[in-house]
């Protein structure tokens, strides 16, 4: 069966783990004590973080994985499991955080069981795509796997944020959150459409209203500032009063605070307690009061908010029945939808917050919107579908991109490699003297005739088809496609080990370069095109007559 293995990972810097776990308890006990004796202050928060510090330590401290011919055993210090290889279905590389740019990309270990239960092991880890020990420990797991999982399956799948397999459970408790707070900012609007009227209707208070009533008049009170601390304009800006009468100091905004000058009388106004306005020869300064228009634009940008969250649930529901490897279809047309929703709700939420339209104008403008978010959600539920690659071959023969205007006769560079053929030798395309087409598509290896990654277009029609480096016009810079050593074996979705390069919405197809796989990933359209015309000219090139293999 092949040679296999037996596999023991242990943590690599377990001295150092252990030490972080004796700082993290030193300090939990530390601040707890301190917390006892002398009450909660800013020590508080160095224990808040040198207890996950501890623990995190500790759980990396005891992780363990073990392998031999009776199956998988891992587990850190309160959980241990032991899977016979026979319940073992497969493995898959998990890629975490991989659409965080400043966060470093982590790879490990999944285990699906046949019972469709999935578990991450803790052990190993790997930082970067260059990394020995990670590829040597997954590749001695997949030969016990083979040998005593009745297996023949060699393909590892790549599961990442992009895949069916990423997992939506954080999508959908963003949206349940986002909705929640909409649904907080809905409850408190009638209290401050309340509030509201009653600031607008306050008259100043006489000496015969009650004390009672007192808090609900407008009271004024004179003041001189002292002095006054303008800070940053995101920061709190201080205005401070002679004698702290009526009050030590005020939050005011910047401007306020370079407006007002020591030694200023400024008269103060006082509603339900709080001084609601400040009032100088130079300049008045009122307080921020939310209104329910801003507590309904709030509530209503939470729905949208959630709408987006919903739809990227919505996109792993409509492909559960996909292999946790296949790249599902991006939620961007929904985001779309939902920022011209918002383009016309928010304001339409800010004008009518407390009350239903009853002005045409107004209704006409919601009737409008709703039309076009109707149009624009219908339109994300079609471009977010998922293509196989069968519906988008039916029609290849009818798929005609932009043809580029006015063609240059071909100027290849040199290439390396193999000895890459210019675009002008080699068979001839079957359509020559038609016009030539550029469509965007990428050999995701490195070839002969496509050095380094270079390409990112594929040209067709009047001669050869050949990479280029741009999307026309002229062939300056291209290199032609061997056809005559290519044989396409199959046409697939896109999956996470194609890499995050491509869209999501792109096909790949697996060529055979002389023993060598090759793939090759363009949209489905395009990639159909590609294909059909690349099998004229193997059959021109060789007599070949095989057939594509679609989808698997």
Same mark, same amino acid.
């Not at 055993?73 to 032991?82: D, E, K, N, S, Y």
């Not at 100043?204 to 004024?220: D, I, M, N, S, V």
């Not at 490699?417 to 001839?428: D, I, L, V, Y």
């Given at each position: 069966?092949?040679?296999?293995?037996?596999?023991?990972?242990?943590?690599?810097?377990?001295?150092?783990?252990?030490?972080?776990?004796?700082?993290?308890?030193?300090?939990?006990?530390?601040?707890?004590?301190?917390?006892?004796?002398?009450?909660?202050?800013?020590?508080?928060?160095?224990?808040?973080?040198?207890?996950?510090?501890?623990?995190?330590?500790?759980?990396?401290?005891?992780?363990?994985?073990?392998?031999?011919?009776?199956?998988?055993?891992?587990?850190?210090?309160?959980?241990?499991?032991?899977?016979?290889?026979?319940?073992?279905?497969?493995?898959?590389?998990?890629?975490?955080?991989?659409?965080?740019?400043?966060?470093?990309?982590?790879?490990?270990?999944?285990?699906?069981?046949?019972?469709?239960?999935?578990?991450?092991?803790?052990?190993?880890? *790997?930082?970067?795509?260059?990394?020995?020990?990670?590829?040597?420990?997954?590749?001695?797991?997949?030969?016990?796997?083979?040998?005593?999982?009745?297996?023949?399956?060699?393909?590892?799948?790549?599961?990442?944020?992009?895949?069916?397999?990423?997992?939506?459970?954080?999508?959908? *408790?963003?949206?349940?959150?986002?909705? *929640?707070?909409?649904?907080?900012?809905?409850?408190?609007?009638?209290?401050?459409?309340?509030?509201?009227?009653?600031?607008?209707?306050?008259?100043?208070?006489?000496?015969?209203?009650?004390?009672?009533?007192?808090?609900?008049?407008?009271?004024?009170?004179?003041?001189?500032?002292?002095?006054?601390? =303008?800070?940053?304009?995101?920061?709190?800006?201080?205005?401070?009063?002679?004698?702290?009468?009526?009050?030590?100091?005020?939050?005011?905004?910047?401007?306020?605070?370079?407006?007002?000058?020591?030694?200023?009388?400024?008269?103060?106004?006082?509603?339900?307690?709080?001084?609601?306005?400040?009032?100088?020869?130079?300049?008045?300064?009122?307080?921020?009061?939310?209104?329910?228009?801003?507590?309904?634009?709030?509530?209503?940008?939470?729905?949208?908010?959630?709408?987006?969250?919903?739809?990227?649930?919505?996109?792993?529901?409509?492909?559960?029945?996909?292999?946790?490897?296949?790249?599902?279809?991006?939620?961007? =047309?929904?985001?779309?939808?939902?920022?011209?929703?918002?383009?016309?709700?928010?304001?339409?939420?800010?004008?009518?917050?407390?009350?239903?339209?009853?002005?045409?104008?107004?209704?006409?403008?919601?009737?409008?919107?709703?039309?076009?978010?109707?149009?624009?959600?219908?339109?994300?539920?079609?471009?977010?579908?998922?293509?196989?690659?069968?519906?988008?071959?039916?029609?290849?023969?009818?798929?005609?991109?932009?043809?580029?205007?006015?063609?240059?006769?071909?100027?290849?560079?040199?290439?390396?490699?193999?000895?890459?053929?210019?675009?002008?030798?080699?068979?001839?395309?079957?359509?020559?003297?038609?016009?030539?087409?550029?469509?965007?598509?990428?050999?995701?290896?490195?070839?002969?005739?496509? =050095?380094?990654?270079?390409?990112?277009?594929?040209?067709?029609?009047?001669?050869?088809?050949?990479?280029?480096?741009?999307?026309?016009?002229?062939?300056?810079?291209?290199?032609?496609?061997?056809?005559?050593?290519?044989?396409?074996?199959?046409?697939?979705? *896109?999956?996470?080990?194609?890499?995050?390069?491509?869209?999501?919405?792109?096909?790949?197809?697996?060529?055979?370069?002389?023993?060598?796989?090759?793939?090759?990933?363009?949209?489905?359209?395009?990639?159909?095109?590609?294909?059909?015309?690349?099998?004229?000219?193997?059959?021109?090139?060789?007599?070949?007559?095989?057939?594509?293999?679609?989808?698997?």
């Amino acid at each position: 069966m092949g040679d296999t293995r037996d596999v023991a990972c242990r943590p690599s810097q377990i001295r150092a783990l252990w030490l972080l776990f004796g700082l993290g308890a030193i300090g939990t006990v530390l601040t707890a004590l301190h917390v006892v004796y002398r009450g909660p202050d800013l020590w508080l928060g160095a224990g808040l973080l040198s207890m996950p510090l501890g623990i995190g330590a500790l759980r990396l401290a005891t992780a363990q994985v073990d392998a031999d011919a009776h199956g998988l055993r891992f587990g850190t210090l309160l959980r241990r499991r032991r899977i016979p290889w026979r319940d073992v279905a497969g493995l898959h590389v998990h890629r975490k955080y991989a659409n965080h740019h400043r966060i470093r990309e982590v790879r490990r270990i999944g285990v699906v069981l046949r019972d469709g239960l999935r578990w991450l092991l803790p052990l190993p880890h *790997a930082f970067s795509a260059d990394a020995p020990d990670f590829d040597a420990t997954l590749d001695a797991l997949l030969a016990l796997h083979r040998r005593y999982g009745a297996t023949e399956s060699t393909r590892v799948p790549v599961v990442s944020y992009r895949t069916a397999g990423g997992g939506w459970a954080g999508s959908l *408790a963003l949206c349940l959150l986002l909705l *929640a707070g909409a649904g907080v900012a809905a409850w408190a609007l009638p209290g401050t459409s309340s509030d509201e009227r009653a600031w607008k209707s306050a008259v100043p208070c006489t000496a015969t209203t009650p004390a009672t009533k007192r808090t609900e008049c407008l009271t004024t009170m004179s003041a001189v500032i002292e002095r006054t601390d =303008p800070d940053a304009p995101k920061k709190p800006s201080w205005v401070y009063f002679d004698d702290a009468r009526p009050l030590t100091r005020l939050a005011v905004s910047p401007e306020a605070a370079q407006a007002f000058r020591p030694g200023d009388e400024v008269e103060l106004t006082i509603w339900r307690g709080a001084v609601r306005t400040v009032a100088g020869e130079h300049h008045v300064w009122k307080e921020h009061m939310s209104g329910p228009g801003d507590l309904a634009v709030v509530a209503a940008a939470c729905v949208l908010a959630a709408g987006y969250a919903g739809a990227r649930v919505l996109t792993h529901v409509r492909g559960l029945r996909l292999p946790d490897d296949e790249v599902l279809p991006s939620a961007l =047309p929904f985001g779309l939808a939902l920022v011209v929703t918002a383009l016309w709700l928010l304001p339409f939420c800010y004008v009518h917050a407390t009350a239903l339209p009853s002005s045409p104008s107004a209704i006409a403008w919601a009737v409008a919107g709703s039309l076009a978010t109707l149009g624009l959600f219908t339109w994300a539920w079609r471009a977010s579908r998922l293509r196989t690659p069968e519906e988008a071959a039916s029609p290849a023969a009818s798929v005609r991109p932009r043809p580029a205007a006015s063609p240059e006769p071909c100027a290849a560079p040199a290439a390396t490699g193999r000895g890459a053929p210019t675009a002008s030798e080699g068979p001839r395309a079957s359509g020559e003297g038609e016009e030539e087409v550029f469509l965007a598509a990428r050999f995701l290896e490195h070839t002969d005739y496509n =050095p380094h990654g270079f390409g990112t277009h594929i040209v067709l029609g009047s001669g050869s088809p050949a990479v280029t480096p741009h999307p026309g016009p002229g062939r300056f810079a291209a290199i032609r496609i061997p056809v005559e050593r290519l044989t396409v074996e199959n046409v697939r979705r *896109a999956r996470g080990a194609d890499g995050d390069a491509i869209p999501r919405s792109w096909h790949v197809a697996e060529l055979d370069d002389v023993g060598t796989p090759v793939h090759l990933a363009a949209a489905p359209d395009d990639l159909a095109r590609i294909v059909h015309e690349l099998q004229p000219l193997k059959r021109a090139g060789e007599g070949s007559s095989e057939e594509v293999e679609l989808g698997s």
